[in-house]
């Protein structure tokens, strides 16, 4: 029972963190804007991301596909902190470094349910959803 309701809370971490950018991301917020023409892939980039992330959101939730979410979105946070490190600095226009700790706790909570669902990879790598 800890595990499960555990595995739940980090899923919820996980996911009310990528959807709550959904919103900057899809709207054409200035600081999501700034970052992926920062990056030369605006807009396609910024709302492409944001698909993946609403999909990845998604998966996460529905206990058959968390696996597969968790890994979509743990690629999209690794793009994220490393467009951070080489183009974009930690911080964003005075952000105080908070998108990149999103980032990074999204990231830790992707990698936690990995790891709780690694007997689910080999039927993955098979497609076996």
């Given at each position: 029972?800890?595990?499960?309701?555990?595995?739940?809370?980090?899923?919820?971490?996980?996911?009310?963190?990528?959807?709550?950018?959904?919103?900057?991301?899809?709207?054409?917020?200035?600081?999501s804007v700034?970052?992926?023409?920062?990056?030369?892939?605006?807009?396609?980039?910024?709302?492409?991301?944001?698909?993946?992330?609403?999909?990845?959101?998604?998966?996460?939730?529905?206990?058959?596909?968390?696996?597969?979410?968790?890994?979509?979105?743990?690629?999209?946070m690794m793009?994220?902190?490393?467009?951070?490190?080489?183009?974009?600095?930690?911080?964003?226009?005075?952000?105080?470094?908070?998108?990149?700790?999103?980032?990074?706790?999204?990231?830790?909570?992707?990698?936690?349910?990995?790891?709780?669902?690694?007997?689910?990879?080999?039927?993955?790598?098979?497609?076996?959803?």
């Amino acid at each position: 029972m800890k595990n499960t309701l555990f595995i739940w809370v980090v899923k919820l971490i996980a996911v009310i963190i990528l959807v709550q950018t959904l919103f900057f991301k899809f709207t054409g917020a200035e600081e999501s804007v700034y970052i992926f023409s920062k990056l030369g892939i605006e807009p396609f980039g910024r709302i492409g991301s944001g698909v993946v992330e609403l999909i990845a959101s998604v998966l996460i939730l529905m206990p058959r596909t968390t696996l597969l979410g968790a890994l979509l979105a743990m690629g999209t946070m690794m793009g994220a902190l490393f467009s951070h490190i080489f183009v974009l600095g930690i911080e964003v226009q005075n952000d105080g470094g908070t998108l990149f700790t999103l980032a990074i706790i999204t990231l830790v909570c992707c990698l936690i349910l990995i790891y709780n669902q690694k007997s689910k990879l080999p039927d993955l790598l098979q497609l076996k959803l």
